[in-house]
């Protein structure tokens, strides 16, 4: 939590080429219906947030893209199971959202709203389970790591800031326990 500049780079808009995207962070839940992704920051019983590590090595808090009929909290436990073998021991939270205004013609997928949407954060306690369920469709899941809040940060920037930043504002917000 040592980076003086991580609130104003949270607040900054920001472009999103791989999405086509623009995107503004905002505190408090969005509107579930215009949720299209989420991240989880997943609390262990000690304390500890998980990270994700793809075998592009990526580090990554869970989560993913919402699939057609699915609530948000169906998305938060599938995306949990897939891609850190955990399941929650409360209700997943969603605490803060990018709203995102697509630039491109058509939605990532032809159920998702367009071109205003969501991408949504969520706090709660899980436990692990088991080994990353890891579909094929899916990010290939090579580690999931179990870290001091302040070690998790520093292993989301060696690949995400913006996860970095996030999980930055859920812990000055005391929203891990």
Known sequence: MTDPDWQARLATPRFVPYAGADIQYRWGAPPEELITR?????????????????????????????????????????????????VFRTEPVTFAAHAATSRRPHPYRPDQ???????????????VTGPPTDPADGEHIVAV???????AVAELETHDV????????????????
């Open 38 to 86: 989420l991240h989880l920051v997943a609390i262990t019983p000690a304390g500890r947030v998980l990270v994700c590590h793809s075998i592009e090595g990526w580090r990554f808090l869970p989560g993913g893209t919402r699939e057609p009929g699915e609530s948000v909290p169906e998305l938060a436990g599938r995306e949990l199971l897939e891609e850190a073998g955990a």
């Open 113 to 127: 709203p367009h071109p205003h949407a969501y991408w949504a954060y969520a706090v709660g306690q899980v436990e």
């Open 145 to 151: 790591n179990e870290l001091d809040p302040d070690t």
């Open 162 to 177: 913006l996860h970095a930043d996030v999980l930055r504002d859920a812990i000055s917000r005391r929203l891990l326990g």
